[in-house]
């Protein structure tokens, strides 16, 4: 079990998220603002969305699924990913996850994760630009500071673009940079700091499959 949740940590992200009252600044709010205003009007504004879809799969068998959105509107680009798995793994698993991204001239301004297992809220984490740095806030109330800037390509943005020539990403969940090695054509590993790795394969610039590997299982994520 504790491998599938270190996969969702990555990989996965949330139907549901907190809707209690911000105590952030202003400017902090106008960011979560545009993130909620953008996914509310999708419909109006479908010619200028890019959605993707996958089937999460495990020993061949579906046993969930994932959606990503991205909008981009002047200079802003908005991503969210959703994500609801339900397997077995000595007791029965049930995981709803989100992570959501907004980049304001290219830089990230604004991410929210969140990942609930069957009813229990395992993660809740929020970054904000403040200044040169990002103030990142956990479900427990603790907060710190990551001097890692500007972050310009993170976990989302695998999604909807090919790493080409990049040989780095920021991790959201992680708060550090990981490592990018090509492996072959069109193909790309990234190692977690627990030592498991994601493999990532792209057609025309998109990732068509994600394999998720740990000593644990193998998780298989492929476009429809």
Known sequence: MKGMLQFCVPICFVH??????????????????????????????????????????RNGSVIGNMQLYKKDSGTITSMRLESAVKTRMLISIRIASREDALFENGILSYSYLYRKVNDDVKLRKTHRKYGNQYVVSQKTGKTDTVRIYPVRYNILCL??????NLRELYSDNYQRMLQITKIGQ?????????????????????????????????ITMELI
């Open 159 to 164: 999604y909807f673009e090919e790493p080409v």
């Open 16 to 57: 549901a998220v907190n809707s209690g009252k911000s105590k952030a600044p202003g400017f902090f709010r106008a960011g979560i603002l545009v993130i909620v205003s953008w996914f509310l009007f999708c419909p109006l504004l479908s010619a200028q969305e890019k959605r993707l879809s996958y089937n999460i799969k």
């Open 186 to 218: 069109h193909q790309y590993k990234i190692k977690l700091p627990d030592g498991n790795y994601q493999n990532y394969y792209y057609q025309n610039g998109v990732c068509h499959k994600i394999v998720v590997d740990s000593s644990f299982f193998t």
